[in-house]
């Protein structure tokens, strides 16, 4: 394969990709990261503020770039959304399940056991990762599926491999959408198409806003918690949303025609070290 070849395999010049959580740190960055090389991102979220400084940093008009409003847990949402979307650029390449998070009141210390904690904060981390991972795969995958071809790629998390404490619904909840993702790779591969590819990315310890507070206090400095995550990472620091492209472009590109079902660790080594 030549150079150019090579290059032409990260152009996304004419792909629509489809993103949600896109105002989110990490989602950001994807999407800014997929503009650049020519993708139309298509932008779903429920902040219209953050989504008009995301399509700003964008420059949409030159990156053709939109948002959509939109709530993943629900079905109807979606697909209003969906139909819109189909109008408006007429096809669908690849979705980008990227919504997702923590809940601090389904989150251990303490001052709140694990006995304690309220079934709607447990059932509020589930339905965001989970649901808000599967319902869009159905909606969107189906439309997909009628084209013969398409990409989706899930955020998960190295907390599913490795549950950490205090999370514990946050960890089980990634786990499942690490299963999903190998499990419909399968299904669509078999019952629709092989030109149909689901993949995932398990991230490592990132500072969000999510999971500022047990990683740094009030002041900027480590808690013991972040000292514990760093001294455990070989890479010696926490990722930056950057750290996520290679892995992204690479997944939803020609690059990677030949891997489906497979969760990819960037996590600056958190998962290899055994701690000695």
Known sequence: MSISETAALYNFS???????????????????????LGAKVVILGRNVEAA?????????????????????????????????????????????????????????????????????????VFDLNVMGTLLPSQIFGKLMAAQGRGNILNITSMAAVRPLTRVGAYSAAKAAVSNFTLWLAVHLAQECSPNLRVNAIAPGFFVTEQNRFLL?????????????????????????????????????????????GAVIPVDGGFGAYSGV
């Open 52 to 124: 008009k400084k995301l399509l700003d940093r964008l420059d949409s008009k030159r990156h053709n770039a939109n948002f959509f409003s939109c709530d993943v847990q629900d079905v109807d949402s979606i697909q209003r959304v969906s139909l819109e979307i189909i109008a408006s650029y007429g096809k669908i390449d690849a979705l980008i399940n990227a919504a997702g998070g923590n809940n601090a009141k389904a989150t251990t210390s303490p001052e709140q056991s694990f006995f304690d904690l309220s079934p709607e904060a447990l059932r509020s």
């Open 216 to 260: 740094t206090d009030s002041t900027g400095e480590l808690t013991s918690r972040g000292k514990s995550i760093l001294a455990h990472t070989p890479a010696g620091r926490f990722g930056t949303p950057e750290d996520l492209l290679s892995a992204v472009f690479w997944l939803l590109s020609p690059a990677s025609s030949f891997v489906t």
């Open 14 to 36: 004419g792909h629509t990709i489809v993103l949600s959580g896109g105002t989110g740190a990490l989602g950001g960055e994807i999407a800014c990261g997929l503009a650049g």
